[in-house]
């Protein structure tokens, strides 16, 4: 809700007053509650991590052991 509150109506507002600014607040607060809907969350880890290891494994090399010479 803040964020909201911020982009529309903080950073473009005018206010001539503290009770200005308080009356507005309120207002814009029972508009958006009129009107609001619960954010549906999803999040897919699985997805996101085989996204990621996509991306790692395509840029980086594998590891792989160094053999040293023998001593003679």
């Known amino acids: 809700m803040v964020g909201v ?3 529309a109506l903080l950073r473009r507002g005018e206010f001539t007053s503290r009770a200005d600014l308080i009356e507005q607040i309120t207002v814009f607060t029972i508009r958006y509650n009129r009107t609001a809907r ?3 969350w999803a ?3 699985r997805a996101d991590h085989a ?3 996509a991306q790692h494994q395509a840029t ?3 590891a792989t ?3 040293l010479p023998q001593a003679a």
Request: proline letters at 11%; aromatic letters at 16%; hydrophobic letters at 30%.
């Open 51 to 53: 996204r990621y290891r």
């Open 43 to 45: 999040y897919d880890a």
């Open 65 to 67: 052991a160094q053999i």
């Open 60 to 62: 980086t090399k594998p």
């Open 5 to 7: 509150l911020t982009r």
């Open 38 to 40: 619960p954010w549906r």
